[in-house]
């Protein structure tokens, strides 16, 4: 079954960056969409960045010019690069896939499978 681990959370302070990772495993992971989703206390899961399986990228707008999303097909891991992160990017960050090789959107609710998350904490 597909099984996705995320590593790489912290506290940091504003302006600050961390590089999220996820290991996926159970499922064709280089021919398959993957993404980052994230969800802050008290709001509604949000779809952060998707790669299909060409390479193709899309970004939510709070995001874009901060973060980078990539993949290492070869040992089947994502990445999440987040730079100038600011307190407003607090959230439990999972990793995720709907195990097809396009990105639906960026609905979080196509997006069926996700790991246990990695908490993000940015302090004002």
């Known amino acids: 079954q597909v099984q996705l681990v995320e590593s790489g959370g912290g506290s940091v302070p504003s302006g600050g960056s961390l590089r999220l990772s996820c290991v996926g495993s159970?499922?064709?992971?280089?021919?398959?969409?993957m993404g980052w989703l994230r969800q802050a206390s008290g709001k509604e899961r949000e779809a952060v960045a998707t790669?299909?399986?060409?390479?193709?990228?899309r970004y939510t707008d709070s995001v874009k010019g901060r973060f980078t999303i990539s993949r290492d097909n070869a040992n089947q891991i994502l990445y999440l690069q987040m730079n100038r992160l600011n307190a407003e990017d607090t959230a439990m960050y999972y990793c995720?896939?709907?195990?097809?090789?396009?990105?639906?959107?960026?609905?979080?609710?196509?997006?069926?499978?996700w790991g246990q998350g990695t908490q993000v904490t940015v302090s004002s």
């Open positions: 790669i299909d399986s060409l390479g193709h990228i």
């Open positions: 159970g499922y064709m992971y280089s021919n398959a969409c």
């Open positions: 995720t896939t709907p195990d097809t090789p396009y990105c639906p959107s960026m609905r979080a609710s196509d997006f069926p499978y």
